[in-house]
Each structure stands twice: as structure tokens, then as C-alpha cells.
């Protein structure tokens, strides 16, 4: 989604006249009664296929059994009865009802809504109106009763890698078969034609430890029934929550191939050792009225504005309300259903400042008790104001009011690469001076340091982190111009070897950083998205990743893979403690007003058990070369010159006056 920032800053700094509380609207909602057993919806059991729908105000609910996932007329339509108290309505048949599709249709204010396969359908047909009866055991892998994910200990030691399903497989040079599908990640040994890896292969070359997958539930704006139309879309338009979208699979109309098949990817990528990040919207839907939310419990799960209509924080037409109990237990019992059924590692929250602290520390914390491994982490903003109370709001500002949920750090992101408002803005990494504190407030991860002044910082004004495992670095995403194009753009008549090495500085600071370092797919072979920032609905032509750019770039791909290795192999750069960083992380002084666009710092001490005793991390964004004064010792020399080697192939100095070329790190180890 969109990062809105900007408006966030200005939100919070309208202060009261921001912070309305929930409208008399929406103040009825908090009485209804609610339910969140399992057996919500549907359950197929031993004595036959059973119907629970939670719709408090509805005045007759009925079921319509069907032979297939579209067409057709019912062949069983059911009364379900009203429970006396919880909200529900129940039916059942005696039969399993294995291979049949449903609908639930409620009666509200006097009038049929339109049918709707509910809000927990776990199996839905194509384009996901109706939901499917599948066995789900029989979906599983080979060996799936034993698979798991990479045991994490503590969250600075993933390295996300952000990709779409589409932009790692489309192109004709990926070499994949199963090209924009679940299974593009199964096949292994794929190569491009000059002979590169390609899809799984190239993510275990590079070294990442997590996919963060785009969104993967069933989503709205692509037709699963015309897919040789070839529709692109990020999928941020969320239709079923708990049923994977059915044009990533090779067969939308068979309910239970794309379950398989998400899971056959999963399996794969466990046992190459990658964890499943999967981004997660429930903080807007891509219908309102129309939606199944609205067509279950009309009003229920939004929140509105005084005049009752739709208040719309996502910028996306409505908001979900997490304040509300059937909604947050509906958050929750979700993400936890993908954890237990699809054995997700990770999830990333889109717009999680729609959501509240409360509802997001319940997530985290009923998800660690399936897995301590798994990583919760969202974007701490909005799209626009919300009826929820700042202070309640799930911000960036707020991170340390929750437990194992981090936030994307807009800090380091802005200011290395430039703003990502202005297209042609430099940044830290591209010769803008006055940037250097905010930088320093992204590598100490956002947490209180003696050396880093708040009072400088261009997004942030206070240490709003008490843990660098609450920060996710970054320099770009799916949002906005791709790092590639940032640079094309805002150093236009530099030549590309400067870009290249603009972008090598920019993923080593975010690399080098205290925190957890993300990435977007094919940055590490220079890909581009042609120029087109919100390139959510744009075709593949703009968004695939062309793999020859492995061939070309190779030097960029084997730095990348420099840097996975390095923080992989040094665990001074995750760090698990504020006072580990404010103790170990020592900046020299530099006056920035003097000598712009230069920043040095040690890791001291053997920073969180670290074999080196020392690691000094130099970065200069300046068109120009800097020198810096190395203290006198024996230092092996890890990056210098846009090259790196961690095992110390790159040779050694004993200090002294060390010079950095334009645009680059360097990185000494003493052991
Ligand atoms: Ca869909």
C-alpha cells in the first residue's frame, strides 16, 4: 500500500482535533454479542457438514448448497436457526458434504442481501463467491505433518526479501515453467539464458532468510476465470481472508488446487531452509456494501463517521474496526488459522495503524504460542484519519507499546535514498548533505543513543524504539520508484557505474543497521519497474524482473550477496538490546556541517558475541572522495571500493588516513 507518512505527521500534529473518539454511529456495535469458536461457519465432521454464521441482527439466515463454484441453481437451500444468544445461526446435514459449494444469504432491515460465501471460508470457488466443502488433509504435502519453518531467535536475524509472485517468475527469461504461480517457487535448478540461476535457486544464492510474499488470500480485481487476459495486481484489495487467491494457482475452479499448491511452495522453501512472510490487509476491504463483512453482519466490522457513512483511513473506501471484539477476534483467529494450516513464519500488516496496540499485541502474542519463531511487523501509519484514538492507533510512535510486533522504519528510507515524494530528491547515499542525523537514527534502529540528536531527525523526533526488534530497515519496497528508478531518476546525469554504487551504499546501510534489513525482490540484479511508482495494476512488462539483468549485474548481485553473508556471519550488526547499542555502537565524531555526507562508526567490544573485537563501518554519499583517520591496528579489510569479502580476501591495513571512493562503504574488522 501506499505509504502516507506525511500525513501522519500531519495527523498527530493536529493533535485533538484528530483524536474523535468512535461515532454514536458505530457505539451500538459494542453491545452486540459475539462468538469466535473455530467452528465458526463450517466444520465437516464424522456426524455430517455443519453451518455457524455470527450475524447478531439478522432477521432469517438461510444456506444454499451448490454443485459447483459458479452457476447453477441450489440443489439444497437450508433455514438456519438463531441461537438464543451468541449471534449466531446454525444448520447442519447429516452428509459430508465433500466437493459441494455454499452460500450463506441474510435477511437484514427487511431485505435479501445478496448471497455470500461469509467471512471464514477457508476453500472458496473461482473468483471466490462461493465457499467450497474440501478435505483439507488431503491437500497436504508429502511430509507436511513434519515441516517447519527456520527457528528465529530473535528478529534482527531475518533478512526479508519483499516479492510478488508474478515479478520473480513472468518473465520469459526466469527460466520457470509454473511462470506467476505458487508453484514457480517449488521448481528448482531454474536458470536464465546466460546460464544464472533463477526463482528458488537464486533466493538461496543470494542468502535471504524470508519471502515476504504479497498478498496471497483471495483478493478482487483479477478475474480467475480469464486469466489469459494476463491481469496483474499487487492485491491489496482483500475479498476472502482465509482462502489463498486463486490466480496464483494453476487451477482457480478446483477449490482445493490452490491450498495445495500454496503449500507445495511453502514446503519447498522450508526445506531450503526460507521462512513465508505473508503481507496481510485486514484493515480495509476492497468492497463495502457489497463486501462479505457487510453482506454477514451489515455496519458491524467498519467503522463509520457521525453521518453513518464509511470512514476511510486505508484510502481505499472504508476501515475496518479492530476495536471492536468480533473484528479483533477475527484478526487474530486468521492470522492464526494461516500459521496452524499453512505454517506461515511471518506476517506483515498492511496499514497496521488502523488497527489498535491492543488488538496487534493479542496477534503477536497468540501467535508465538504456535511458533516463537514467527515475525509480526506492519507499517506503523494510516492513509488518513481515523475515528480510532491516536494513542490506541497501532503507529510507528506507538511500537513500544507492543510486544514482538516491529515497524517499517521510514527514517532510513527517506533519508538515505531521497524522499519518496519527489522523485528527483537525493538522499544521504546520493550526495544530499543535512541528512546524517536521521541516517544515525536508522543504523542505532530507532532506539535512545548518547550520540544520535533526535532533535535533527527529518522523520522522527523522539527514540520511539526501545528494542531494534522492533524496527524493519529499508530503502524501498513495492511501493514507489523501485531503488533503480529512485536512482535513475534523482542522479540523471551521473553515469550508471555512480548509480550502481549509490545503490550498493544505500542496501549496505541498510544491511550494516541495528534491526531487522529488508529488501525488494531484484534490487540485487539492478531491476527497474520502468519508471512507474504505483505500479500496483501495471502489466507485466513493467513489473517482471528481467534476469538477464543477473548477467549484466553480476557485481551488484555478488555484493548483495556479500552483504547477507557478512550480517549473517556477524551478529555484532543484531545487536537483541537498546543498551547493547548504546553501549557497543560508537559514532566518531564528525562535524556533518563541515564535512557533509560522512559517517563513521566501531562496533566495539565484540558486539553481542561477535569474533571480531572491533568493526568499523565508514559510509560516504558524497560525488567525492573522503578520508577518514583509521586508529592504528591490524584490520582486515571487509568492503572498500563497492567490493565486499567477509572472509577477508579484500587484504588488510594498520589505519591511518584510509580514503573512500564517491558513493561507498568500507568496512574494517579487527579481530
Ligand atoms: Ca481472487
Known sequence: MKFKTMAIATLLAMGSMAASAQSNFDAKFKNYPTYSGSDLELTVNDTGTHWRLWSPEAQEVLVKIYNNGKGGNPIETLQMQRHPDNGTWTASVPEQLYGKFYTFQVKYDGKWLNETPGVWAKAVGVNGKRGAIIDFAATNPEGWSEDKGPQVDNFSDVIVYEMHHRDLSMHPTSGITNKGKFLALTEEGTKSPQGQSTGIDHLKELGITHVHILPSYDYNSVDEANLQENVYNWG?????????????STNPENPAVRVAEMKEMIKTLHDNGIGVIMDVVYNHTAENDGSNFSLT???YYYRHREDGSYSDASGCGNETASDLQQMQDFIVNSVKYWADEYHIDGFRFDLMAIHDTETMNRVASELKEINPSIFVYGEGWTAGDSPLLPERRALKENVSKMENVAVFSDDLRDAVKGHYTDASDRGFATGKPGLEETVKIGIVAATAHPQVDYSKGNNSKFPYATSPEMIVNYVSCHDDLSLTDKLKHSMPD???????????????????SQGTPFMFAGEEVFRNKKGVHNSYNRPDSINAIDWTNKNTYRDQFDYYKGLTALRKAHPAFR???????ANNLVFDEIDSTETPNLISYSLKNHSNGDAWEEIKVVLNGASYPQSVDIQKGNWKIVALDGKI??????????????TLAPYSAMILAKE
Open 236 to 248: 491489496y484489495d482483500p475479498q476472502n481472508y482465509n482462502a489463498p487467491e486463486g490466480s496464483y
Open 297 to 299: 453482519a451489515p455496519g
Open 494 to 512: 551521473e553515469p550508471e557505474e555512480n548509480q550502481l554504487a549509490a545503490a550498493k551504499l544505500a542496501q549496505t546501510i541498510i544491511f550494516t
Open 645 to 658: 569479502a567477509p572472509d577477508g580476501s579484500l587484504g588488510a591495513t594498520t589505519g591511518g588516513k584510509m
Open 575 to 581: 545487536m537483541t538490546t537498546a543498551e547493547d547499542i
